[in-house]
């Protein structure tokens, strides 16, 4: 970790009086890109219309596992309109954006392994034309078994669905993760209270309002041009430069204007690909838009697990061992797979300590539309298992179950018992905001039946410093141009996926610079304008990005202070720089605009620019899969949830929503807030009301916004933002992230506060009325057991 | 996103010009009002139709009209908004004025017509999906297949009437008027009780053909103490078909017991149903006297008997059957209170 990686948690610098202050950090300055977004003047993919567009389509596969014996494309060649028709033979090098399971392809070659995967590509003169050549590609299938149950998968596998020669004995295993961490079985020996179940977390999906889409041009001089809907700009461009078989730098990718991606636009896909060759084939730009529905078996959304958890307390609720054995469904392809399963442990450590912790996660293709990273990656799921059992381990003793996470709260500047660096931790302070705000003391326990409040607590990264693929090269980097007339240019690889990192860059660069909003604009996510950022993915735009920036935005104000000072024969350190001005802290008087102090700085030391960067220091445990999970930083977060839950119905009600979230300093406490109500909607949906389901024909149960159920503005809580800063000491001025954390303990929550209102314990999502009812009726069964057996005695 | 097939729309000014299109087309023309349910199952590959009819232009199809008996009488073009907000409609007709309000969410509301949800499509899980969908699952009894996948080896289609104000209209003893032309070239009007619009066959659950065009729904003036409400179960707050629908009128004697009563269920089977056992265990019964509770509950048991959902539409179809009692007792609950509908949110 280089000095440049950590700058503090204090306003840059002083005022006359001393004191430092900040100009726009901590003000809910509007987002860059808002006014644009509801005037309709935004640009995003589809928006895009170039001279001679050609429009391409996707042949699918009707099959949930068959080889392909032959295709014939032959007739669709030949339908007028027509202009290229691809298939897997077109473009065989396999890709994953995990570089050690490389085990997707733009097309498939030889194999389909879910229905929906997808099969060959058509570029025509418009959508229809495409349409009707995809129906004239004759494919020829050879039907293999088909495994739609992950037991099923990994027990009885006659057909391997990743057939591997070398290692046939891994049948349908994706991945297996076992690890152990301190003395389990002693920490089980020492506790006075053990607690053991089972839960279910069933398979949700991100839909983002924007459906992927993606467009290419390939000119005379051979540079390939893509403008897609992806929040990874960096790794689309090494996979488009590894598929096609073009130098890197002979490719552009340019993310537009995004609408949503939650982590479903995150693997290079099948569209980009297909686009890149149907323009190098035929010369013209190609546009291809998916369907809701295609979208739908694009899928990588939540991985459905089965867990089973296994916890230990001591009397007074002190946490002695925790062991878990998790089988997660991966759906037919690995896509960020492995990282999910070491996530499905790897993040459980915080914000408790506990001393022993034992974890066995098993990973297994299914032919299913694939699973992959959804907003809380790998973690959301184990998170909702641990946070029920922990309510669970606090009704076994009696005690609050604020109090139960109190006593267990981990503390700063710790490890966890898998060698994970905590810094900043205001988990505690989460608790004591949602105890405040739900009246928790006065209400919990004390509503009448139906009604309930319930808490959970979690933990998440600020990305981590494990890059995908090995490197020494910065995480994340930025440039800076700085203009005569007044403008600062600042060229970013981050990708502002509606989340506003675009607007926490310009933010930074004013407050370096004293500058207003407007006198900042930023470029980002294109490849040939900016420099490589790794990212919108594990929460770590704001604290890498955030911290390059204020690398680079440091070394332009050195320049231009040291400058100005020089031109007015002063101390360098006697220059204030806010507002769009520049002056004397000692002589008022002595003030000009930014403008002119750019103008003076470009005079005395030639054309103005810096580059600035972020590294994350050395992490993580000192094992295999260490440093997976391992960040700079964790984000801490309580949820109190309050329900009514209808007895004759079974629905599930939820009220209000408390979410407290330490996310290290608000740099704009409202996008902050808004990602906070915007991860809790997502889990509260989750929780009582989305299913990604694939039915016995291995169809998805209902691909479209009709039948996948997400919440509209009537079926949504208030949702009551509390924001905790604990100021992190390698945050940019002290932040970290906000836009994952905040969904995991709604889940938990919920079946919380349900057990509070009604005295069910819900382990097995999603929380259905049928589920509610059947629950209620086994309570009411063991309460007249319970009541004749007192009878008879 | 889904394309739509390519097809001619014609905008009739006059009742005569629609028919005359819908005789000249036969089965190759299909009417559209708000086109709420037709257009996505245009795009779905359901309906093929040459020729889209639409009907919004046509002036006799639209508006609310009160005769002098009493009778309300609702051009089949209105939409669901216009008679759910129709102080006149809520009072006369309330269970069917709360089933136009919770059709699908806003915006479909002012869009989709009366006329479009009593003629609505039936519908399944099997069937109201994409064309790559049901080809890949080799299509259904419905559409283009020859199996049902809700029934195995069932051979006559189970999919679900879902139009809220169906049952709502059966239970008010509504009038269908509809007009054709005769092959003669005239055009002839018959009226039609709603009861026996429906059949028990949910590949078309509709006694009248293709040529004839729902020109209005005639509500006949209800009894001086009438009462009504709609319950409808459903997963959200807007926008969903029903999971279960049930309408409820109870008429009053003077002295305030259930002279009459009728209950009618949707989104069972292919056709509404009248439950009858339900609504004769009323009947006789004075609302909060003695013996109140207790016709309330059989009456929620009979319905209970009676309602056998199937896994057709989206949904627990157990859960949808447990549901039956709940609905019945909380609709007929807030039909006397005056109250209505019944609905989560």
């Not at chain 1, 297909?274 to 899928?299: D, N, Q, S």
């Not at chain 1, 503390?411 to 705000?437: D, P, W, Y």
Request: include cysteine; charge should be negative; charged fraction near 20%.
């Amino acid at each position: 970790m280089a000095s440049r990686d950590q700058h503090g948690i204090h306003p840059p610098f002083a005022d006359a009086d001393g004191k430092r202050r900040f100009g726009v950090i901590g003000k809910p300055l509007r987002k860059v890109d808002g006014i644009a977004k509801a005037t309709g003047q935004a640009v995003y993919a589809d928006d895009i219309q170039l001279p001679g567009m050609l429009h391409a389509k996707t042949l699918r596969s009707p099959h949930a596992h068959a080889r392909i014996v032959r295709i014939d494309t032959s007739r669709a060649e030949a339908l007028p309109g027509v202009h290229a028709v691809i298939t897997g033979r077109s473009m065989p090098i396999p890709y994953g954006v995990i570089p050690w399971t490389p085990d997707e392809n733009a097309l498939a070659v030889d194999r389909v392994r879910f229905i929906g995967d997808e099969v060959a590509a058509v570029a025509a003169v418009d959508e229809d034309t495409a349409n009707a050549a995809l129906e004239l590609i004759d494919v020829e299938y050879e039907l293999l078994a088909v495994y739609l149950d992950p037991v099923e998968a990994l027990e009885n596998c006659t057909d391997a669905i990743h057939p591997n020669p070398k290692r046939p004995e891994r049948g349908n295993l994706s991945k297996r993760v076992e690890l152990d961490f301190g003395d389990v079985a002693d920490g089980f020996e020492r506790a006075d209270v053990i607690v053991e179940d089972d839960y279910t977390f069933h398979g949700t999906t991100h839909t983002a309002i924007e459906p992927h889409c993606a467009v290419a041009t390939y000119s005379p001089d051979k540079l390939l041009t893509l403008w897609s809907a992806t929040q990874i700009t960096h790794y689309v461009h090494r996979a488009l430069a590894r598929v096609l078989e073009l130098p890197a730098h002979s490719i552009r990718v340019i993310q537009p204007c995004l609408g949503g991606a939650f982590g479903g636009k995150s693997d290079p896909f099948s569209l980009e690909f297909c686009v890149a060759k149907l323009a190098m084939i035929t010369g013209r730009p190609v546009k291809m838009l998916w369907t809701r529905e295609e979208v739908f078996y694009a899928h990588r959304g939540r991985h459905p697990m089965r867990l089973h958890y296994k916890t230990g307390a001591t009397k007074d609720g002190k946490v002695t061992a925790v062991d878990a054995k998790i089988l997660i469904d991966g759906g037919a392809y690995s896509s960020f797979g492995l990282v999910t399963t070491y996530y499905s442990g790897q993040l459980l450590t915080g914000p408790y300590d506990f001393p022993a912790y034992h974890y066995d996660s098993t990973r297994v293709f299914t032919n299913k539309p694939p699973c992959g990273p959804k907003r809380g990656h790998g973690s959301v799921q184990p998170r909702f298992a641990f946070e029920v059992q922990l309510d669970e381990v606090a009704e076994a003793l009696a005690m609050d179950p604020i109090e139960l996470r109190r006593a267990n709260w981990q503390g700063e500047h710790t490890k966890t018992v898998n060698g994970q660096r905590i810094t900043s931790n205001g988990f505690m302070q989460c608790l004591a905001e949602v105890e405040r705000a739900s009246r928790w003391k006065e209400r919990r326990g004390k509503l009448p039946f139906g009604r309930g409040l319930g808490v959970a607590g979690s933990m998440y990264i600020s990305g981590t410093n494990y890059p995908i693929y090995p490197n020494d090269m910065p995480q994340a980097g930025i440039q800076l141009k700085v203009d005569r007339s007044g403008l600062v240019m600042a060229f970013t690889g981050g990708n502002d996926i509606g989340q506003g990192s675009n607007t926490v860059v310009r933010t930074i660069v004013c407050e370096e610079l004293g500058l207003e909003p407007d006198m900042v604009r930023v470029v980002a996510a294109d490849t040939d304008l900016c420099p490589v950022d790794l990212g919108a993915y594990s929460s770590r735009v704001t604290f890498m990005v955030g911290n390059a920036t204020i690398d680079a935005a440091r070394k332009l104000r050195h320049q231009i202070a040291g400058a100005v000072a020089a031109e007015w024969e002063i101390d360098p350190g006697r220059i204030f720089m806010g507002s769009g001005q520049v002056f004397d802290l000692e002589d008022r008087a002595k003030c000009i605009s930014s403008m002119e102090a750019f103008q003076i700085a470009e005079a005395r030391c030639d054309t103005l620019g810096s580059t600035g960067a972020y590294n994350t220091p050395t992490l993580g445990g000192d094992y295999r899969g260490g440093t997976i999970g391992a960040s700079p930083a964790y984000s801490f977060t309580a949820h109190a949830v309050e329900v009514q839950v209808d007895v004759e119905t079974g629905r599930i009600t939820v009220d209000n929503c408390w979410i407290a979230h330490d996310c290290g300093r608000a740099l704009n406490p409202m996008l902050v807030a808004g990602q906070m109500e915007g991860s809790a909607y997502m889990g509260l949906a989750e929780a009582v009301l989305e299913h990604h389901d694939v039915n016995r024909f291995g169809l998805h149960a209902g691909p479209s916004l009709l039948d996948y159920r997400i919440p509209t503005s009537v079926d949504t809580p208030e949702l009551h933002a509390l924001i905790v800063e604990s100021l992190d000491p390698e945050g940019p001025y002290g932040a970290k992230e906000a836009g994952e954390g905040p969904l995991h303990p709604s889940i938990p929550a919920i079946s919380n506060a349900v057990f509070d209102a009604v005295g069910i314990r819900l382990r097995h999502l999603p929380f259905t009325p049928g589920k509610v009812l059947a629950a209620l009726r086994e309570r009411r069964a063991a309460e007249t057991a319970v009541g004749s057996a007192k009878e008879s005695v | 996103m889904l394309r739509l097939p390519k097809f001619e729309v014609a905008a009739p000014q006059t009742v005569d010009e629609a028919l005359a299109l819908l005789a000249e087309y036969g089965a190759d023309a299909m009417l559209m009002a708000g086109g709420t349910d037709l257009v996505p199952n245009m795009k779905h590959g359901l309906f093929e139709p040459k020729l889209v009819v639409s009907v919004s232009a046509i002036d006799e199809l639209q508006g609310v009209a009160i005769e002098d008996d009493g009778t309300l009488v609702i051009g089949a073009a209105t939409t669901l908004q216009a008679v759910a907000t129709n102080d006149e409609v809520r009072r006369r007709a309330p269970a069917f004025a709360q089933a136009a309000g919770l059709v699908a969410g806003p915006q479909l509301r002012r869009m989709g017509t009366v006329g479009g949800n009593v003629m609505l499509d039936t519908r399944c899980q099997w069937y109201n999906q994409t064309h790559f969908w049901r080809k890949s699952l080799g299509f259904c009894l419905k559409k283009d297949g020859s199996l049902c996948h809700v029934v195995e080896g069932g051979s006559k289609c189970v999919a679900a009437a879902s139009n809220d104000t169906a049952p709502t209209l059966m239970s008010l003893g509504a009038k269908l008027v509809f007009a054709r032309r005769n092959s003669e070239g005239q055009v002839v009007r018959k009226t039609l009780a709603v009861d026996d619009l429906y059949k028990s066959d949910g590949a078309f659950n509709k006694k009248v053909a293709g040529d004839e065009l729902l020109i209005a729904v005639r509500i006949p003036a209800g009894a001086p103490q009438h009462r009504g409400a709609y319950g409808k179960l459903r997963d959200r707050g807007s926008i969903d078909f029903p999971l279960l629908g049930v309408a409820v009128r109870i008429d009053l004697d003077d002295a305030g017991a259930v002279a009459d009563a009728d209950l009618v269920a949707v989104a069972l089977q292919a056709r509404p149903i009248r439950l009858k056992k339900a609504a004769e265990a009323l009947v006789g019964n004075t609302p909060g006297k003695p013996g109140w509770d207790e016709a309330v509950d059989a009456a929620a048991e009979a319905a209970y008997g009676q309602c056998h959902p199937m896994p057709n539409i989206p949904g627990d179809h157990d859960y949808r059957r447990e549901m039956v009692p709940v609905y019945v007792r909380r609709t007929i609950r807030a039909a006397v209170a005056g109250e209505g509908p019944v609905h989560h949110v």
